[in-house]
């Protein structure tokens, strides 16, 4: 699964940007492959975490002067990943060959993007984003033992949300769902209008009937606004597939209202998660099922069925084919 050109080729958040600083490495995993982050004067190297002399770590090396030097026998790497400096030889002009694999990275909403291949695709807009109207607050990582189409298949779903969220995002005496509309596009799926009953939508202690669109962006990120009578709640979404069954969930809740703190909407939002995670790495099989025939499914499943046929559709097959 992790070696997909679709995912090789897709930008992945690897890191928060405020947790990367300057004159620092940082060590961070993304599809199996283990990665070392730093900077310099901003700009952001992500190297395979390798040193080509003998395979240690460069993220347990120094940054100095705009160079990163490794830990073992002090090799020393120039921003572009080529060695410039043998101290044992300190005469000797280091080979081309003395290069480590560098990355394409890039910051955007406060997190650090990796890429391991060509990118195909940008990163995904998050619409909220520019809109001042909206209050974003992070939330995150939280790590699911589980792959990473079985967690956005989650985020995606919203018949679980009276039983997982019980008194929080649903309730079980209001359980019925809508029959809402879903359409797969060329940038992704759109399902609209989703309408569910919530104990408290916007943190206003009342109970009201809310109405979901969510999108799929990418194979791992995706979003929802969801809306009741005034209030909006947004939230973008994205998974690194750091391994086969193991993921880390990156999001941003938006908001237009002022009720709730930054903290207040973290500490919800950790709750929450805390309610999916098990539920979600006791999935069998892990890796999620593309076959539509593996497992049964219901009206209000579309966005789930959707999303099974739209990652088939773009060669997917996350091992399960
Ligand atoms: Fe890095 Fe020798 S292993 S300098
Ligand atoms: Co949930």
Redesign the pocket.
């Known amino acids: 699964m992790l070696n997909d050109p679709v995912l090789v080729h897709d930008w992945h958040v690897v890191a928060l940007g405020s947790e990367l600083q300057e004159g620092k490495t940082m060590a961070v995993r993304l599809l199996e492959e283990d990665l070392v982050l730093w900077r310099v004067r901003g700009k952001i190297c992500a190297w395979q975490d390798l040193?080509?002399?003998?395979?240690?770590r460069?993220s347990l090396?120094k940054v100095e002067s705009e160079t990163l030097?490794?830990?073992?026998?002090?090799?020393v790497y120039n921003q572009d990943g080529q060695c410039i400096r043998?101290?044992a030889h300190p005469s000797q002009r280091p080979s081309e060959r003395a290069r480590v694999k560098v990355y394409q990275a890039r910051e955007q909403y406060g997190w650090i993007w990796v890429c391991l291949g060509e990118p195909a695709n940008d990163i995904p807009l998050f619409p909220q984003w520019d809109d001042a109207s909206y209050r974003k607050v992070h939330c995150g990582p939280y790590t699911y033992k589980a792959s990473a189409p079985r967690a956005i298949e989650n985020f995606l779903d919203i018949t679980h949300f009276p039983f997982v969220h019980q008194s929080y995002l649903g309730d079980p005496a209001h359980t019925e769902v809508n029959d809402y509309q879903v359409e797969i596009h060329e940038d992704g799926i759109t399902a609209s209008n989703i309408t569910v009953w919530q104990p408290d939508p916007d943190g206003s202690g009342q109970g009201a009937h809310v109405s979901y669109t969510y999108h799929v962006y990418r194979p791992l990120t995706a979003g929802f606004v969801k809306s009741s009578a005034g209030p909006h709640f947004a939230m973008f979404f994205t998974i690194t597939p750091v391994a086969p069954h193991l993921s880390h969930a990156w999001a941003y809740v938006a908001v237009d209202y002022n009720n709730l703190t930054e903290s207040a909407i973290q500490e919800y939002q950790n709750l929450i998660t805390m309610q999916d995670v098990p539920i979600v790495e006791s999935q069998r099989p892990e890796l999620l099922p593309l076959d539509l025939q593996a497992e049964l499914h219901l009206r209000s499943d579309r966005t789930a069925i959707a999303y099974r046929k739209w990652l088939s559709q773009l060669g997917l097959s996350f091992g399960t084919a």
């Open positions: 040193c080509v002399h003998r395979g240690t460069l090396g030097a490794c830990p073992y026998h002090g090799w043998y101290p």
